[in-house]
T-cell receptor
């Protein structure tokens, strides 16, 4: 079974703080993704990565950055958290064998910015 | 623009059948996914359709009509554990995944 883990299930931070969300997958997947999920909206892609040290902007990258130093780990960074970044953050990975690969998701981190 | 439409919420009775519809307008089409997401949990893969027709997988079936830009997820013999949100997602011509907002399914005894 594919396992995608995220460092925290719940996180509370203050405005202006730097926030790190970590994601690790154990199936040697090439591709990794960060989404945010808000009520009434579909999943929105923040950043993705097709290889180590490689990153691509998704639909809503503003206010976020990412890091992929190792194949299994993909980090999402909020340089200066703001209240509008309060959301559920979901990490996903996919094998990278085909462009129609299924994505496998982690349990999510519910971030609240006060 | 690209758009995926699903009903926001549906209610059904335990033991019954429910059909959750998804219509899409996207730039190209390379497949459609259905995911299940229980409250507070990760989305989990249910099905993938790329050709027209019905794919059956136990109590769950997924149907696709590419000419109509339409899919549905059919759940039979509903159980209380089927209470969840069901997410429809389409792969567009750039192989980007476009997500619907999800349909919250409430099962009543």
């Amino acid at each position: 079974d594919v396992k995608v883990t995220q460092s925290s299930r719940y996180l509370v931070k203050r405005t202006g703080e730097k926030v790190f969300l970590e994601c690790v997958q154990d199936m040697d997947h090439e591709n990794m993704f960060w989404y945010r999920q808000d009520p009434g909206l579909g999943l929105r892609l923040i950043y993705f990565s097709y290889d180590v040290k490689m990153k691509e902007k998704g639909d809503i990258p503003e206010g976020y950055s990412v890091s992929r130093e190792k194949k299994e780990r993909f980090s999402l960074i909020l340089e200066s958290a703001s209240t509008n970044q309060t959301s559920m953050y979901l990490c996903a990975s996919s094998p990278g064998t085909a462009e129609t690969d299924t994505q496998y998701f982690g349990p999510g981190t519910r971030l609240t910015v006060l | 623009g690209q758009n995926i439409d699903q009903p926001t919420e549906m209610t059904a009775t335990e033991g019954a059948i429910v059909q959750i519809n998804c219509t899409y307008q996207t730039s190209g089409f390379n497949g459609l996914f259905w995911y299940q997401q229980h409250a507070g949990e990760a989305p989990t893969f249910l099905s993938y359709n790329v050709l027209d027709g019905l794919e059956e997988k136990g109590r769950f079936s997924s149907f696709l009509s590419r000419s109509k830009g339409y899919s549905y997820l059919l759940l039979k013999e509903l159980q209380m554990k089927d209470s969840a949100s069901y997410l429809c997602a389409v792969i567009d011509s750039n192989y980007q995944l476009i997500w619907g907002a999800g349909t919250k399914l409430i099962i009543k005894p």
